[in-house]
């Protein structure tokens, strides 16, 4: 089956709208330098830097709902609008922290719009045998998200302000509402016909209730997703731990980053060739665990080569988001298939806000190689509760 050329379009769609997302919800965390600098309390400034999280997780789930009743184009496009206008509460209020903080968390809460919606639409477009390479395509819009953030936000609000930094975000939400406005078409659905006198609704059956299909593809999806975020947020100081400077850690940490949403694209490639996503997800939990393992054995020996095996543990533990992502989309369907993505994103980010305190105070307590090997387990446990065999309503 061929994949229609307007598929590519809303690929790039909604990579770009989920990357403008991004952008905003990551701006936070990179003002905590300038904001300790401007006198507030370093507590104060992580609760800051989780605001945009916390209302992601919030409203994931009924984004997803509403993409399911009115589809992809309004909510994206819509999303975006109302994302735009939190960036420009954010920059009204950038000389009140607690106003700020209010207009980061309504940020969070807005671009979670884009986070279910842009899967959802790419999965509409592209044919099975092609949706995981797109999706891993699409697994691109975070780095670029987060590293766009990276090299903008906290250069620009120590030069000139925080206003400043918000500039940037603003200008890519308004003009990617009006392209999604105009650009993205909602992909084809099968028609919903009215039910016989007397005869049963024809409505989707929930997925949830008919198996435990889903339940379990989330519950994998948590336990993977702890590597992930132990990595990325203590690989910096495990390198520093090391006797490496902090300027080279940091680009050590970033570099994995685009090396891991590679690999995303190439492992969605092979669940294509393979007709399978549950399959390459074992071998990817088996390999989780595999180089968390090392990663402890590389702490307690010092091996120079560290930050090679640093990168290779950062590009395995991300390589299982586009194939459950993609799998928890086939199962659903697509009457239910927003609110599915919804619920997986949920899951996935409050597993990963518990990482920075969990595996802060494991790492306190015992250190980086017993931490390291304590998170090896959980891809292990992950493992049983892969499916055996794929679910999708093609």
């Not at 090391?242 to 970033?254: C, E, F, I, K, R």
Request: glycine residues 10%; hydrophobic residues 55%; proline residues 6%.
């Amino acid at each position: 089956m061929t994949t229609p050329r307007r598929a590519w379009t809303m690929l790039a769609l909604g990579v770009a709208a989920q990357a403008a997302g991004t952008l905003v919800v990551s701006a936070p965390a990179l003002l905590i330098p300038h904001l300790v600098a401007q006198g507030m309390p370093l507590a104060s400034a992580g609760l800051f830097a989780a605001a945009p999280t916390i209302g992601l997780v919030l409203t994931l789930i009924a984004w997803g709902a509403v993409t399911d009743r009115v589809g992809e184009r309004v909510v994206i496009a819509g999303g975006l609008a109302l994302t735009t206008v939190t960036v420009v509460a954010a920059w009204l209020s950038a000389g009140n922290p607690v106003l700020l903080g209010v207009a980061f968390l309504a940020a969070g809460m807005t671009s979670a719009s884009t986070n279910a919606a842009s899967g959802r639409v790419v999965v509409g477009w592209f044919p099975k045998e092609r949706r995981g390479l797109a999706m891993g395509i699409r697994q691109m819009s975070q780095p670029l998200g987060v590293t766009l953030a990276a090299v903008t936000v906290p250069q620009l609000a120590e030069g000139s302000g925080i206003r400043a930094a918000l500039v940037l975000p603003f200008v890519l939400c308004a003009v990617l509402t009006v392209l999604c406005a105009a650009g993205i078409v909602d992909p084809p659905r099968p028609a919903r016909t009215a039910p016989a006198p007397g005869a049963a609704s024809t409505t989707a059956a929930n997925p949830y209730r008919s198996s435990g299909f889903l339940w379990r593809v989330h519950a994998v999806s948590v336990l993977l997703v702890v590597p992930q975020f132990t990595l990325s947020t203590y690989g910096l100081v495990w390198l520093e731990g090391l006797g490496w400077s902090t300027p080279a850690a940091g680009l050590l940490v970033g570099v994995p980053q685009f090396v891991g949403a590679v690999g995303r694209i190439l492992v969605g490639a092979w669940s294509d060739r393979a007709r399978s996503r549950v399959g390459p997800l074992r071998v990817v939990a088996v390999s989780a665990a595999a180089v968390m393992g090392v990663m402890a054995l590389v702490d307690v020996s010092h091996w120079a080569a560290a930050a090679v095996f640093l990168l290779v543990a950062t590009s395995v533990t991300v390589a299982d988001n586009g194939l459950a992502y993609t799998s928890v989309a086939e199962a659903a369907g697509p009457s239910w298939s927003g609110r599915a993505l919804g619920t997986q994103n949920t899951g996935q980010f409050l597993a990963a806000s518990a990482v920075g305190p969990g595996v802060g105070a494991l790492v306190g307590t015992l250190g980086f190689a017993a931490s390291f090997g304590l998170v090896a387990v959980l891809p292990l446990l992950a493992l049983p509760l892969v499916p055996r065999t794929d679910r999708s309503h093609d």
